[in-house]
Structure formats: C-alpha cells, structure tokens
C-alpha cells in the first residue's frame, strides 16, 4: 500500500498540472472567443444517396482563433460540456443557423432545411423550447427550416424528461434526430416512446462494412442493415453518417437506406463554397 504522501505525489505531477493549465488557457480563450465572434459554422450536405441531391444540412461548429487559426469541434466541445459554456456555445450557434438561412433567402438561394446539435447539458436546461423559441421568433425563421440533433446517449440521461423536453420541442414544429444512433443502447421500445422522425447511423458501423471478408465487416454489415430495418419498420427516416466509398453507398441503396452525408458526398464547407452547391440542387 502507498503513504498517503505518495498518493498526493502522484496527483499533483507536473504533467497534470499542466494539463489543468492548459483547459484552463483553452476555457478562456473559449469565452473570449465566445463574446467575441470567433464561432463559425460549416454546412455537411445530407444528399439523396442515388441524385446526389441536396435535401439538407447539418452545421457544424468551428472556432477559428486569430492565433491558433480553425479548430475542429473535437477539440473543444467537450470542455464547452463540462464547463457549461455550452449553454451559450448553443444559442450562437443556433442564431447563426437562423442567419444563414434568411441571408441565404434574401438573395435568392434555394435553401433547404439546416440541421443543429444538441449537447446533452443543453437538452435539459431549463425552459429549452423558450428559448429556442425566442431565436427563431427573433430572426422570423420558421420551425421547418431547422432540425436538431440529439445523441441517442443524451436522451438517455432521463428517459422521462428527455420524452418530455423532446415532445415541447417537437409542438414548436421542429423535426428531431437521433445522432450516433447505434452507438448508446437504448431500448426498442423507448426509441418507439420518442417523437423523433429520423435516425442518423453512426460512422463506426459504415466503417465496418467496407472488408466484406473480416469478421468485423460481417458486424458492421450486419448493424447498418439492423438499424435501416428497425427504422423503416418504425416508418422513420434515415440518414447514414460518415459515407466514404462507393462499396458503402451501393450497400446502403442496396437495403433501403436513401439518405447518406459523408466525404464521398462533400466535406463540410464554409456558407460560401455551400452556396453554389444549392443553387446547382446537387
Ligand atoms: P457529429 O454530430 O456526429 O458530426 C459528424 C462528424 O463527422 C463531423 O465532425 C463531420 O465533419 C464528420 N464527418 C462527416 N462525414 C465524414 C466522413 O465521411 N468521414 C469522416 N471521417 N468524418 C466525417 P466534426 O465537424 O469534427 O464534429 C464533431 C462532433 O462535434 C459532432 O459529431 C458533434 O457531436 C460535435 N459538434 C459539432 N458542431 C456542434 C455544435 O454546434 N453543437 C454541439 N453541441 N456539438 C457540435
Ligand atoms: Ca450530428
Ligand atoms: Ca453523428
Ligand atoms: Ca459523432
């Protein structure tokens, strides 16, 4: 057994106190970006698989720092969870969905409806709806032309609430996403208890069924094709996430998957390289 002295030590390293520091560095420079317009968004098409047509975007996050120059949400999502500034992370990133589309509008481009994702810390905030309410009341954009995306893990926090919180969200009239889907467990008959209209399948599993030959591909295979027949059969939609190759894409048409966003379709892209692709359709 250790002293407890021994135990302090092996707490306090230099490497750990480091690490401290720098989430510390990184959580300021988030506000500061935060209060100071350094958030941006970039748009992933979600195409008809066969056309190639632009049926919707997701929008993802980006912080592009005057120093460090753009970071990936990876980076900084988490710390925005854990520290709570997710919950004014959220609304930018939402008005800046609601803008895009009214810019987008005023100058004639065929918008299509813009996809946004939901923390789980945002999902059970108090007075939610209200607020989301409020942003799209204050930038007159309409419940139709947004989706939000939850994880199937946050929905999983409480069951009970997150029913509740989903349905208040679902009678403003926007269309609700289970993000990851596959990924978080739960239940049949509780993703039947739930108001959303479409599942995303989680990238791990289209990776999987690229080697037709491994073991793993045959798993990968195996639940992409579960997942699309659970949701046909509950009569949701379905979009597959992170399609990179043409033997995924043939797979999916093959068994009743229409809608895919991934590389093979486009990268996501800044409102301006986005822009010419829907006036195109595709
Ligand atoms: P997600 O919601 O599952 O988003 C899909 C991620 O997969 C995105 O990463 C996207 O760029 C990436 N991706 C799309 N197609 C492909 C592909 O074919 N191959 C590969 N390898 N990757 C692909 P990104 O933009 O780095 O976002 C990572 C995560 O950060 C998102 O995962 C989401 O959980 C979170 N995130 C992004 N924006 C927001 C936001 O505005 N709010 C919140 N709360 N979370 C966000
Ligand atoms: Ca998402
Ligand atoms: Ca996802
Ligand atoms: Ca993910």
Not at 47 to 65: F, K, M, P, T, Y
Not at 260 to 280: C, M, N, T, V, Y
């Amino acid at each position: 057994a250790q002293a407890e002295g021994g135990r302090l030590s092996r707490f306090y390293t230099p490497e750990l106190n480091g690490q401290l520091l720098e989430q510390f560095q990184l959580e300021q420079a988030l506000r500061h970006g935060l209060e100071h317009d350094e958030l941006l968004l970039y748009y992933q098409p979600r195409v008809d698989i066969r056309s190639g047509e632009i049926l919707s975007l997701e929008a993802l996050v980006r912080w592009n720092h005057p120093d460090w120059g753009l970071i990936e949400p990876g980076r900084f999502i988490p710390l925005a969870e854990s520290t709570g500034l997710i919950l004014e992370l959220g609304p930018v990133v939402l008005k800046a969905a609601c803008k895009q589309i009214k810019a987008w509008q005023a100058s004639g481009v065929p918008v299509v409806p813009i996809a946004v994702n939901l923390s789980a810390k945002e999902l059970y905030q108090d007075a939610l709806s209200a607020k989301i309410e409020e942003i799209m009341a204050d930038a007159s954009v309409d419940p139709q032309q947004l989706e939000i995306e939850i994880t199937e893990s946050a929905t999983m926090h409480s069951v009970n609430k997150a029913v509740e919180i989903l349905s208040s969200l679902r009678s403003l009239g926007l269309a609700l996403a289970m993000d990851d889907f596959g990924t978080g467990h739960a239940s049949l008959s509780y993703l039947n208890q739930l108001p959303m209209q479409t599942i995303k399948i989680d990238r791990s599993f289209l990776v999987k069924i690229d080697v037709h030959t491994e073991e793993p591909a045959q798993q990968g295979a195996t639940i992409v094709k579960a997942i699309i027949g659970l949701g046909l059969n509950l009569g949701l939609k379905i979009i597959a996430e992170g399609v990179e190759t043409l033997p995924q894409r043939d797979f999916l048409i093959e068994h009743g998957c229409d809608v895919a966003q991934g590389h093979l379709f486009s990268l996501p892209l800044p409102a301006d390289k986005i822009e010419p692709l829907l006036r195109a359709g595709s």
